[in-house]
């Protein structure tokens, strides 16, 4: 058996019994200049005070992110007052830590200087022995306006010469040179988000105290052969400066189910010198022992130890330590030659873990909130990673221009199996590479993996999001000067950024860029003749001029990390910021709130690609259907795409495209209330995307398509090992827009293989719809319906498809309706579940049924399906007596395309031929 490198998860904080006293709290904020002087929260940030505080509303309604930018362009000052115990008073060293700074800031103690912060990023502690005493203690942040301090820094790098781009495009209303801050880069704009240059004390400060040394973090290598496991622990310990050592001893153990696996002791000593503050210590340690592994979700269950790490002094007067909870998991990207015979077909480009290879069925994560002290709330990042989990999905990619997210996110995705791709927070710029900021960066990779390095749901680091892309197809100008820009990208990646990580870590991969071309992009100087060659590395893809609808507008690539189409919020969603004479397609309000250049007419082409859809501008009616639609166009187009990444796992073109292991759609969450890519709408309920991707990721699934030379087919794919005599039947159903009846069904079986789906279908489409008595306009009559048959208990439920063969035509509305509401029944989970029964006089199309908003927000088990029986039941789960069944049967509302095309039009039957011809 090859050894296997593993890595354990999530290692706080260092603690230090009885010599911690927290900071956090309340706090002044203060602003001489506009004489504002108020109480606030750290953690915390300006904005969040400032409304709290009553001088704000709303920070999302309607052009407040415009209207309250004042704040950014300010400097602002945190204070507090404090009490020291003599018992810290007489210890050797006091340090006062902050773990978040945003952004560019002075502290002072006692009206003395102790540093200055600008990144917020990284972990700043100061040594405070002989500023402190016993009460009226005085602790100052000075907060500097992020917004003149970027403009300030790009005009000292200008001197010299110019790093791009000189500011984000016009339409995302956004501030200028954010690439100059080792700040959140999203805060100053996105294409899917507001503004908010934020200013603030963002994670929690500390006074910590200590005699001999405190005990930071501790990273973990494992490798296993047979049994015999080796655990290799550096510990990071922080000492002040001086002279003369250290003496004591370093303390590991392991328990699993309260049975104690190890526990191990070295002595150590440290030496003190004047020039350092942090020592490593190495602990080695083998046993024998059964180890149960960490796996993905769909893979395998998550087991977690219990594990703790010690620092005694020998004198027994200190003891400090680390408890935590980490899984055994190996990660391993794999690049090989996709055919042994011909290289030229390229490599193939996903993460193998403890041995497995899997399709890596995921979603790119921005952060939870625009605010970063409102990011890790828990019931906000509970809530979205178990919506991952729930849709099936094994990965999320932390996108590169938010944040390294809080402990809890990645306790949460530890322990829900959602492996996580994670990029370093530089993103669509080039960057500069000044001593000063370099260092910051250093201090940056450093400490965030070594915070980062022990969760087993980490699974690769990638060192930007898209900037090798800028840089070689010439975003930003830099072909002017191309090898100037080079160098500099090489400097901050590859020279400051990947050896820092492979110095930390040793347990993972790490690639440049995302997109890249993996191990060619190494080969060609990081920097690749070609980043987007789908027959290496990822690829992120966007078209928004293509049918999103067929399956053969789309590449075959090795992994895709990042595509997506755009959609509107819900209507209650908007109406939650907004007046009602900003609700119709025409107004301020819905232009200043997209991003996207040209969004807003890309929506509508796309609507109206295969919709039967007029656009009346000025209508509110019209514009709450183009909502609507746009869900649905958004929902078919990923669901088209990704069905399309799933069914290419085991395709080998002769040009060498295909082996696909990996789709994770753009985006899952949003941070206000606009048109975007996201799956799940700001509050948390989920829009059509999401109810889609729990059946396109689901572990069986039937995939009908038509190829590029028209023929029908229907893929079985699996992400389960089934043993291959097992067959799943299913029946393919053609049927009509106005009927019930089929006009024809056909009965089929299929094998399931794990990762190699199997073409169980393949016929001539024309002839197939020939047959099926579709007529001489066949897309126009017709539509496939795909219906499993009964479920074996070996056999997993496996979710309905469908297949529109052209643009769907108008439909008459269908009497839609619930016609009982019943329960609630208490889950396993602890939830409230609903029983359903959904009724209908004729066939729907994208039935959608919602909760009104004032009800906490819950899930269908399933919606924006295909109603082709008289008769559905369902369920609806919420929290623990948030509902009762009269309220939940009061609030429930359904709508289908039929609906909302009578609706937007003014009529309520169905529309005129002329509007909907094919």
């Known amino acids: 058996m090859r050894p296997q490198l593993m890595v354990l998860a999530a290692l706080c904080c260092g603690s230090t019994l009885g010599i911690t006293q927290p900071l956090d709290g309340e706090w002044r904020l203060n602003n001489p200049g506009r004489a504002i002087h108020l109480p606030a929260r750290v953690p915390g940030g300006v904005y969040s005070d400032l409304q709290s505080g009553g001088l704000l509303n709303d920070t999302l309604y309607r052009f407040n992110d415009e209207e309250y930018r004042w704040v950014a362009y300010e400097n602002w000052t945190y204070t507090t007052t404090f009490n020291v115990s003599q018992n810290m008073l007489q210890k050797r060293h006091l340090v006062i830590v902050f773990h978040g700074v945003d952004t560019v800031a002075d502290i002072l103690l006692n009206d003395q200087m102790l540093g200055s912060t600008d990144n917020m990023f990284v972990r700043y502690q100061f040594p405070v022995k002989n ?26 790098q200008a001197r010299r010469y110019v790093v791009p781009p000189p500011c984000v495009d016009e339409a995302y209303h956004g ?33 910590l105290s200590y005699d ?55 002595n150590h000593t440290i030496k003190l010198n004047s020039n350092e503050t942090e020592h490593h210590a190495s602990h080695h340690l083998s046993f024998q022992d ?12 998550q087991k977690m130890y219990n594990m703790s790490f010690q620092f005694i002094s020998n004198n027994g007067t200190e003891k400090i330590q680390i408890h935590t909870r980490y899984g055994f998991v190996t990660h391993k990207l794999i690049e090989e030659p996709v055919d042994e015979k011909d290289v030229t077909k390229g490599t193939t480009f996903h993460i193998r873990t403890n041995g497995l290879d899997y399709f890596h069925k995921g979603v790119n994560w921005i952060p939870a909130n625009i605010l970063p002290e409102r990011a890790s709330d828990e019931k906000t990042l509970r809530s979205l990673l178990q919506a991952v989990r729930d849709a099936h999905m094994n990965i999320v990619r932390v996108w590169g221009g938010g944040l390294y997210e809080s402990d809890l996110f990645y306790d949460l995705a530890d322990e829900y199996g959602i492996t996580v791709w994670q990029d370093f927070m530089f993103a669509c710029s080039m960057y500069p590479v000044g001593a000063e900021f370099l260092a910051s960066v250093r201090a940056e990779v450093s400490q965030q993996v070594r915070r980062l390095q022990s969760h087993p749901s980490v699974a690769v680091w990638a060192g930007n999001n898209e900037n090798e892309g800028a840089l070689r197809d010439n975003w930003y100008g830099t072909g002017s000067d191309f090898q100037l820009y080079k160098k500099d990208y090489v400097t901050l990646y590859v020279d400051t950024i990947m050896k820092s990580v492979q110095a930390t870590d040793g347990t993972r991969d790490f690639v440049v860029s995302s997109p890249s071309n993996g191990w060619k992009t190494v080969k060609e100087g990081y920097v690749a003749e070609n980043p987007g060659d789908v027959l290496y590395g990822d690829i992120h893809y966007y078209n928004y001029d293509i049918n999103g609808w067929d399956s053969t507008r789309y590449s075959v690539p090795r992994f ?29 309000f819905v232009s200043h709130r997209q991003h996207h250049p040209s969004g ?12 039967p859809f007029t656009l009346n501008e000025s209508s509110v009616e019209n514009f709450a259907s ?57 509050d948390g309920r989920w829009k059509m995307l999401h109810y889609y991707a729990k059946n396109f990721f689901a572990p069986v699934l039937l995939s009908p398509y038509v190829t590029s030379d028209g023929s029908f087919e229907v893929a079985a794919i699996s992400d389960i090992d089934y043993n291959e005599t097992v067959r799943l039947n299913f029946d393919i159903m053609v049927m009509t827009y106005d009927s019930f009846t089929p006009l024809y069904t056909e009965q089929a079986a299929t094998r399931l293989v794990l990762n190699k789906p199997v073409i169980s279908i393949s016929k001539n489409m024309n002839n197939f719809l020939s047959t099926a008595g579709c007529g001489s306009e066949p897309t126009a009559k017709c539509f496939i319906y795909i219906r499993p048959a009964a479920f074996t208990d070996i056999i997993e439920e496996v979710p309905d498809n469908f297949l529109f063969l052209g643009r769907v035509p108008g439909a008459r509305r269908s009497g839609l309706a619930v016609s009982e509401v019943a329960g609630p029944n208490r889950t396993a989970s602890g939830e409230d579940r609903f029983s359903l029964l959904l009724t209908c006089d004729a066939p729907a199309l994208w039935v959608w049924l919602e909760a009104a908003r004032h009800l906490p927000p819950g899930r269908f088990s399933d919606n924006g399906f295909q109603l082709v029986v008289r008769r559905r039941r369902l369920t609806y789960t919420t929290a623990p007596g948030a509902v009762t069944t009269e309220q939940l049967r009061a609030a429930l509302s359904v709508t289908s395309l039929g609906d909302q095309l009578a609706a937007s039009s003014g009529h309520s039957h169905s529309l005129p031929a002329d509007v909907y011809t094919v």
């Open 600 to 611: 807003n007419d890309e929506i509508v082409q796309q609507v109206q690609r295969n919709m």
């Open 212 to 266: 001999g040394a405190n005990l930071r973090d501790v990273t973990v290598r494992y490798t296993e052969v047979n049994k015999n496991i080796s655990m290799d622990f550096d510990y990071l310990l922080e000492t002040g400066t001086g002279e003369g050592q250290i003496e004591g001893k370093l303390v590991a153990s392991l328990v699993y189910n309260d049975t104690t696996v190890f526990t191990s002791e070295r």
């Open 560 to 588: 895709s990390s990042e595509y997506g189409f755009q959609s509107y919020p819900s209507l209650g969603s908007l109406q939650e910021v907004a007046e009602p004479s900003d609700l119709v397609f025409s107004s301020k």
């Open 131 to 156: 500023l402190l005493r016993a009460s009226g203690n005085v602790l100052k942040v000075e907060l500097a306006s992020p917004t003149v301090s970027a403009a300030a820094r790009y005009r000292e």
């Open 290 to 301: 059964d180890i149960e592994l960490w796996y993905p979700n769909g893979l395998g269950k």
């Open 175 to 207: 501030e200028c040179h954010v690439n100059f801050l080792r700040k959140m880069q999203a805060s100053f704009a996105w294409d899917w988000g507001p503004a908010f240059p934020s200013v603030g004390v963002w994670r929690s400060v500390e006074l």
């Open 626 to 682: 183009l909502i609507f639609l746009s869900q649905i166009n958004q929902a078919m187009s990923i669901k088209t795409e990704t069905e399309h990444y799933r069914r290419s796992q085991s395709l080998l073109t002769a040009a060498g495209q295909g082996r696909t292991m990996g789709a994770m759609y753009w985006q899952l969450n949003d941070v206000w209330q606009a048109p975007s890519w996201s799956s799940i709408e700001f």
